[in-house]
């Protein structure tokens, strides 16, 4: 007499085997991550929401080059908020110039640089081994986020950064501020791409912002959901770039657009720099905090005078020029402006005449060796301005 099957023993053996597969899996993947970046499973995600400013360094990230201290910042190691004694601190903030990004077309073969490479590592090391530095102690903190420009840096210097006890801010993104308006639709001309992700993620109450908010929670909990979210979205921006290649005869960035610049354009960047940058002194000069903007040449600018190296002639060929006809009004309108309000500004121009080595990994962002070079410079007008006279509050005035 044949036996019938019960259904349930059925489902809970199919059941369990499921469960067995995903238990393996995410064991998998959690040992595979702890290989790849050298620490336990945290998050895949890069960012997280600010109430300073759009978006932060995700403390969490899990990166074998991308470390993040517990801080949020771009650093190898953690720092007190409160100075310590005989302290001399800088703080950068700026965007991916000084995070050590990447955009465009990177150097083929060359590594993208680790939180090890980037200025702040490189300018330490060189104010610890100036001759009037040999009795203070250094901290140069890297606050930077990608993409961020004037607009985000100056609201989380006002909110949070201020009240780190620097003795010297350094800012930089002059190529986010001046370089034209990237948005992710023109109807939000001059906003933060990722302020449409902002909004889906943490203001849309509709079912699907919901089941992604549901999804996000657990891919920060599971190796397994942060890598099939990691693949979904590769996925979803190459099918996306393959019909808009296909509707409009070209393909796109992350639904990118950018607007070129143009003479209204020109003077609203102008005049938003200026107000931010206003604000900005104001209350460093309430702090007894000195300020420094650091300017970002472009390859395509830099080539009209820096002698470019075989792999910068490369780079040139891969990237697609950038059309600012207002460049040089820009760079001498903000060195103007900030010689009025008593600020330091430091253009790297004089030092790259005469430099042949490969400072570009991609159009705008640098290698190792270019960031090397940078913070020398840095580092060089710095001692001349005495930075390590600088004490406290107390930083002597011109």
Known sequence: METQQNPNINVIRGTAIFLFAVLWCELFLQVSIYYWSGKPFTSLHP??????????NNPKFNSPGYSINRNGFREVK???????????????????????????????????VTS???ISQYLTEELKSAPNCKDKHIEVINTAVNYNRISEIVPAYLDDYINWDSDLIIVGSSINNFYGGITPASRL???????????????????????????????DNLASAAVAGKFAQ??????????????????????????KNTESLNARNLERFGSYASAL???????????????????WNAAAFKPMSQEEVLLKKLNPPDENPYYWQQRNWVRDFLKAKDAEFIDPQPEMTKYSGTIYIDYGHYTAGGNAFMAKVIAGRLLEKNICAYSGSKAPTR
């Open 47 to 56: 960012y997280v929401w600010s109430p300073y400013g759009l978006v932060r």
């Open 78 to 112: 953690d720092y007190a908020q409160t100075k310590p004694p005989n302290t001399v601190r800088v703080m950068l903030l700026g965007g991916s110039v000084l995070y050590a990004g990447l955009g465009g077309k990177p150097l083929p073969g060359v590594p993208r």
């Open 116 to 118: 090890a490479e980037t």
């Open 189 to 219: 001309l001059g906003r933060h791409p990722w302020e449409v992700e902002f909004q889906r993620l943490v203001n849309d109450s509709g079912m699907a912002s919901s089941i992604e908010v549901i999804f996000r929670r657990l891919s």
């Open 234 to 259: 590769k996925l979803g921006i190459y099918l996306e770039s393959r019909l808009t290649a296909k509707s409009s005869g070209r393909g796109t960035e992350a639904n990118m657009v950018v607007e």
């Open 281 to 299: 002194l104001a209350a460093a000069k309430a702090k007894n905090q000195k300020v420094t903007f650091f300017w970002e040449h472009d390859i």
